[in-house]
Nanobody
Framework: QVQLVESGGGLVQAGGSLRLSCAAS????????MGWYRQAPGKQRELVAV???????KYADSVKGRFTISRDNVKNTVYLQMNSLKPEDTAVYYC???????????????WGQGTQVTVSS
């Protein structure tokens, strides 16, 4: 059984910072890409940032220069440092991992339960 557990969400004023963490646990053979997505009320889930196992990153245009994604491959954890937060960043943030649970199995997409980020103006 694989679990992705997020932490670090909360309420912050515009211009503030938050750091999200997501730890993968359980049966893990390898983890390929990891990333963060978000979903605001009434909107579709969108990509925020992704990072490959080798450290290559990709960001949504709306967060470039403000958010930084990183990962610790020993701890199977991905982080999202969010600076200069804006009210439009308010959403539920979901962690995602392309994870191979066993050597004999293919990789699957796993999702965390989501953590709320609210930015007040």
């Amino acid at each position: 059984q694989v679990q992705l557990v997020e932490s670090g969400g909360g309420l912050v004023q515009a211009g503030g910072s938050l750091r999200l963490s997501c730890a993968a646990s359980g049966s893990i053979f390898s983890i390929n890409g990891m990333g963060w997505y978000r979903q605001a009320p009434g909107k579709q889930r969108e990509l925020v940032a992704v990072i490959s196992s080798g450290g290559s990153t990709k960001y949504a245009d709306s967060v470039k220069g403000r958010f930084t994604i990183s990962r610790d491959n020993v701890k199977n954890t991905v982080y999202l440092q969010m600076n200069s937060l804006k009210p439009e960043d308010t959403a539920v943030y979901y962690c995602n991992a392309d994870l191979q649970p066993r050597r004999t199995l293919p990789s699957y997409d796993y999702w965390g339960q989501g953590t709320q980020v609210t930015v007040s103006s």
